[in-house]
């Protein structure tokens, strides 16, 4: 695959859907340069993701999803997705929310949460694009260099969203933070079981376009 084709791939949706979410901050949009930091640090635990994924065999694990669903055995792929999958993902893209943006940034509505939680998850969609893409052609290139980020910024969005809304009405975050992870990693590792199969690939797009409506109605509500 040429590289400029690979790198206009990952950048040019990666900036399409910045663009979307700081355009729905409008009201009280948070500075562009945290929402760039916030997507640099998703891209680069993206790459320690990819770092633990590749430890997983030490553990008796495959060391992706990919080996999964080659495999075929359908079972399997719904315990990696919603045991592997899912919780690994969501976290590392937590930790960055947790460690640097949580403790650095003035977070005040839950709609914040969101916009910094899908900033965060578009870096590290675009670090996972780098391993997808050239193994795809066509429509499913496309469409995967499109929606992935939308994708994974949807299932942190529902952290994004619990911790701050947590914060702003002084109840537990870290009870918040618990109940997110666990919803979007269940969220993220059904999505991904449905991906796999023809006869459910319909669900998985209809599970995102609810989840999608149901957060823009969150930031526009406000």
């Known amino acids: ?66 080996l999964v669903v080659a ?24 930790l960055p929310f947790a460690l640097f943006i949580l403790k650095n940034y003035d977070l005040d509505e839950p709609a914040d ?17 780098l391993g997808y893409l050239p193994l795809m052609s066509g429509a499913a290139y496309f469409g995967r260099a499109l929606v992935s980020p939308l994708t ?9 969203y619990l911790v701050i809304r947590a914060r702003t009405r002084g109840r537990s975050e870290v009870l918040a933070a618990l109940l997110g992870l666990f919803l979007a990693a269940l969220i993220h590792g059904l999505f991904n079981i449905l991906t796999v199969s023809n006869s459910l690939r319909i669900y998985s797009a209809l599970l995102i376009l609810c989840l999608w409506l149901m957060f823009i109605y969150l930031l526009e509500r406000r």
């Open 1 to 66: 695959m040429v590289l400029w084709k690979l790198a206009a791939s990952i950048i040019a949706p990666a900036i399409f859907w910045l663009a979307y979410f700081y355009y729905k901050d409008r009201r009280q949009p948070e500075p562009l340069i945290n929402l760039l930091a916030a997507f640099l640090l998703g891209f680069f635990f993206g790459f320690l993701c990819f770092i633990t994924y590749r430890q997983l065999p030490l553990i008796g694990l495959p060391a992706g999803f990919n």
């Open 113 to 129: 949460g969101v916009v910094y939680a899908a900033s965060l998850a578009i870096g590290f969609a675009s670090f996972e694009n």
């Open 71 to 94: 495999r075929g055995n359908f079972s399997h792929i719904a315990l990696y997705s919603l045991g592997v999958v899912g919780p690994l993902e969501e976290f590392f893209k937590f």
């Open 152 to 160: 994974h910024s949807i299932f942190s969005s529902i952290w994004g």
